[in-house]
């Protein structure tokens, strides 16, 4: 089974911090992808990556950035917390190229900024 | 750049018929997946559509038709484990993929 790990399940951080959530991918998939979940919202692209070191800003990159070093993990990044990134964060991969790949999705990690 | 739409909310009962619509505004689509959500969980996949027509895959069947940017999720023999959230998301070559809103179903007994 495909299987994306998201580093930590439920996190609380204060205003200004810097937020490390992790992801790890073992399919050997060439894309990755970092949504953020809010209620009515549905899920919305922060960024993404198709390759080692390559990445694409998504619709709501303001905040965020990113870091993909080796293909099996891909780090999403708050500079600086802000209590409007208190969210739902889903990590996700599939396979690149073509058409109708199917998106594995992570648990998803709930952050509290306070 | 993006945009897809589907009902907030659809309640239907047990053993019933329920068609969950989607519309679509898009460049450079090339297709149409569904994913449901239970609460607290992660989406996982359940049907695309890379060709206009019907894709039946058990119990749940998924519609496409792009002279229209529209498809649908039809879910049939509901069962109380189908309550769940369920995203229509239009996928760019495999590279890009957003994500509508999202329905939230609700079986009743």
């Known amino acids: 089974d495909v299987k994306v790990t998201q580093s930590s399940r439920y996190l609380v951080k204060r205003t200004g911090e810097k937020v490390f959530l992790e992801c790890v991918q073992d399919m050997d998939h060439e894309n990755m992808f970092w949504y953020r979940q809010d209620p009515g919202l549905g899920l919305r692209l922060i960024y993404f990556s198709y390759d080692v070191k390559m990445k694409e800003k998504g619709d709501i990159p303001e905040g965020y950035s990113v870091s993909r070093e080796k293909k099996e993990r891909f780090s999403l990044i708050l500079e600086s917390a802000s209590t409007n990134q208190t969210s739902m964060y889903l990590c996700a991969s599939s396979f690149g190229g073509g058409s109708g790949n199917t998106i594995y999705f992570g648990e998803g990690s709930w952050l509290t900024v306070v | 750049g993006q945009s897809l739409e589907q009902p907030s909310e659809v309640t239907a009962v047990e053993g019933a018929i329920v068609q969950i619509n989607c519309t679509y505004q898009t460049s450079g689509f090339y297709g149409l997946s569904w994913y449901q959500q239970h609460d607290g969980g992660a989406p996982t996949f359940l049907s695309y559509?890379?060709?206009?027509g019907l894709e039946e895959t058990g119990r749940f069947s998924s519609f496409l038709s792009r002279s229209d940017s529209y498809g649908y999720l039809l879910l049939q023999e509901l069962q109380m484990k189908d309550s769940a959230s369920y995203f229509c998301a239009s996928d760019n070559y495999g590279q890009n993929f957003v994500f509508g809103p999202g329905t939230r179903l609700s079986v009743l007994p």
């Open positions: 559509n890379g060709l206009d």
